[in-house]
């Protein structure tokens, strides 16, 4: 194990109206076999001790599962490594490659307005799921797994695209803060599947329209989302949300 110094330049804003300012820590000592969250916890510690208001910041999980954590690192969604977030970042990554700076972001898009400091309201994306990502089905008793027949290639890529956990990197990385990926992957997710289809037409058409309403920003195909999202969700979901979009429209809605 080896300890690296390092100097933070943190995002603090103490509530949303507040215009926020970059505030430089140092940070001794820090273990490269630590998170970069366990990072923040030891520098909360001495902020802390010294008198100081700590850093706040989301997490939950822990786990890479649960999509609180996410804050931009050098610029970039989650940190530097591909396929990770920032929960499961560790500071060898930053031995690695030489990185002694480390500037820290809260997500930066017009539908995630910053509460404080790292954290930011995701409701959006509560909102976007609440408008149409179900399925109405008469429950009763679980049924046989293989009761209903479902195409491997289908559920294959229903369940690569369930794994989208609702992180916002994919908006906080493109340059319009669109929030495409997320959608495309939900209404693919559920669309994939024989339970999904009773809504197929309209999910899409109220999720775009919240997704909208929500002011996300319009895909231009830029690409970053993809590039930065820590569960590989490919821009396939895209065009299938727009396919389905544009035959919901051509059928009447
Ligand atoms: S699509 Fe990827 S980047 Fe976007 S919210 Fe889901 S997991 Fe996060
Ligand atoms: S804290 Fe849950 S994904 Fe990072």
Request: charged share 25%; with cysteine; hydrophobic share 40%.
């Given at each position: ?37 366990e990072m923040l916890d ?28 996410g804050v931009m690192i ?180």
């Amino acid at each position: 194990m080896s300890n690296i110094d390092l100097t933070l330049h943190v995002w603090r804003q103490e509530n949303p109206k507040d215009a926020g300012r970059f505030d430089q820590i140092e940070a001794k000592g820090v273990s490269t076999h630590a998170s970069f969250l366990e990072m923040l916890d030891v520098v909360n510690d001495q902020l802390l001790a010294e008198g100081k208001r700590p850093i706040a910041f989301d997490h939950d999980c822990r786990e890479g599962i649960c999509g609180m954590c996410g804050v931009m690192i050098n610029g970039e969604a989650h940190g530097p490594v591909r396929g990770t977030t920032t929960c499961q970042l560790h500071m060898r990554e930053f031995e690695t490659r030489g990185v002694k700076d480390i500037w820290i972001e809260p997500w930066r898009a017009k539908a995630f307005p910053v509460i404080q400091d790292l954290v930011v309201d995701r409701s959006a994306f509560d909102r976007v799921i609440q408008s149409g990502g179900y399925i109405s089905v008469k429950t009763g008793q679980a049924p046989d797994a293989n009761a209903v027949p479902v195409r491997k290639d289908d559920a294959d890529q229903a369940f690569q695209a369930a794994t989208c956990i609702g992180c916002g990197a994919c908006v906080a990385s493109c340059p319009n803060g669109s929030a495409a990926l997320f959608v495309g992957a939900k209404i693919t997710h559920l669309g994939l599947l024989p339970q999904g289809q009773t809504e197929r037409a309209s999910r899409v058409l109220d999720m775009v329209a919240q997704m909208d309403d929500e002011g996300f920003g319009a895909c231009t195909s830029h690409g970053e989302c993809e590039a930065t999202c820590p569960k590989g969700i490919k821009l396939d979901v895209i065009a299938r949300m727009n396919g389905d979009y544009r035959r919901s429209v051509i059928a009447g809605g």
